[in-house]
């Protein structure tokens, strides 16, 4: 029995990052051997076991082969005959194919670690395009190491394009688990901006089905055309790199960031900003089953644009005043000032004409609305419409200096 780190933890050591966790192959052990020496099965038909002590993930050597186009049509051969090289050959790009003994010698049958000098992207072998899963998590990797100037290698951008089309076999929530990282991390606009390039050249494009519709174009459609051309030339994110020569001064000078793209929430709720119809947000975040935090929030950003800024020259002042009014009510600037910009400036992004930073000023004064120690004395109604009448006031004098 041998024990051989591997994948994105020898990856990441390698280039000097911090690895988030550590994966381990065990070749040559069966299942009895594992749990004889205290680890954990994880799952009652797949050959993953914990470490008694660092809970770490050890999995026995696997061959595997793909009997459908669903993720998880997979058939899995596992034995103390599959080799390091079977089981590295499985997975998805070079750089993730390497392993690392317990003496830190390197076992690397498909060349990752050149790959990795020569920031390449390159799949293993033509296995790859078993997996529709692939895609997105080639463009996860790609996202990651953006900044490090990796690039894909034609050979498998051509096999992405193929693949492109088998999303439509994904569960919505193994989509989410890959989209969730990307917002998760300090960069996630290069992954959206590789999926978009990939959809436009695959044979998917045109096609009609409810994912295509409702839900994956309008995502990538979103992130690409609003993030990269409308909203980004106004604000950015920390650490934010336009790939494009157009952009040159994008990080110089003193930039002002918006508050807003600083949790992956505020990142997510761009989404609702671009939605032809409510209906379409609501089918894209039930099939990715997108969690609450990120819902709410979306929602909150599509229905302040639809109901107050597409309609803003319709409406009267007073219907204004009490739009605005409910909304921000229902954000609760008082509570969390960030949370309610972000909410605001995402949704007024590309409609208003004016400065969107007059909302910075206009969030916070709202959120000082408070009651003073006199009022503070009185019950709960009173003070209630106090307030009500006063932050009325306020949204009416602003409103009257054309903060639109």
């Known amino acids: 029995m041998k024990v051989y780190k591997v994948g994105g933890a020898v990856r990441d050591e390698m280039l000097g990052l911090e690895p988030t966790d550590n994966d381990w192959v065990v070749v040559g052990s069966t299942p009895k051997q594992m749990l004889s020496m205290g680890y954990k099965q994880v799952g009652k038909d797949f050959p993953v076991f914990l470490h008694p002590e660092t ?8 061959k595997e082969r793909s009997t459908g186009p669903e993720h998880t049509a997979f058939n899995f051969s596992y034995s103390p005959n599959v080799t390091l090289e079977e089981d590295l050959s499985r997975r998805d790009i070079t750089i993730n194919a390497i392993a690392m003994d317990d003496s830190g010698n390197l076992i690397d ?4 670690k050149d790959d990795l000098d020569n920031k390449i992207i390159r799949h293993v072998s033509d296995a790859f395009t078993e997996d529709p899963l692939r895609v997105l998590r080639v463009a996860r990797f790609y996202s990651k190491l953006y900044r490090s100037e990796f690039k894909i290698d034609k050979s498998t951008e051509e096999l992405l394009i ?28 290069p992954y959206f901006e590789l999926l978009y390039e990939i959809y436009y050249s695959s044979s998917w494009r045109g096609n009609d089905n409810p994912l295509f519709d409702y839900a994956f174009v309008p995502l990538i459609d979103t992130w690409v055309n609003v993030i990269k051309v409308k909203f980004m030339h106004r604000f950015h994110a920390p650490g934010y790199v336009h790939p494009d ?53 979306s929602e909150l950003v599509y229905d302040f644009r639809e109901n ?14 009490n739009i605005l009014y409910k909304h921000l009510e229902k954000i609760k600037p008082s509570k969390d000032s960030e949370y309610a910009l972000s909410i605001s400036m995402i949704a007024a992004h590309n409609i208003l004409g004016g400065d969107l930073l007059l909302w910075e000023d206009f969030i916070k004064n709202y959120s000082e609305i408070v009651p003073n120690e006199e009022e503070k004395k009185l019950d709960g ?3 209630a419409s106090i307030l009500e009448n006063r932050k009325i006031k306020f949204i009416e004098e602003e409103l009257n200096k054309d903060l639109d």
């Open 308 to 321: 107050y800024f597409k309609k803003y020259s319709q409406l009267s002042l007073q219907e204004k005043i």
């Open 162 to 189: 193929k693949l492109m089309p088998s999303i439509i076999h994904l569960p919505g929530e193994r989509i989410w688990q890959e989209t969730e990282k990307v917002l998760k991390s300090d960069n996630p606009i």
């Open 245 to 297: 020569d157009d952009y040159p001064t994008l990080m110089e000078g003193d930039w002002r960031i918006n508050p807003g793209l600083k949790t992956p929430q505020s990142w997510w709720a761009i989404v609702g900003s671009n939605m032809r119809t409510r209906t379409c947000l609501d089918d894209l975040n039930n099939r990715l089953k997108v969690p609450n935090s990120y819902k709410k929030m």
């Open 55 to 62: 809970k770490e993930e050890y999995a026995l050597a696997r």
């Open 109 to 112: 049958p498909f060349n990752g």
């Open 381 to 383: 109604s009173e003070i």
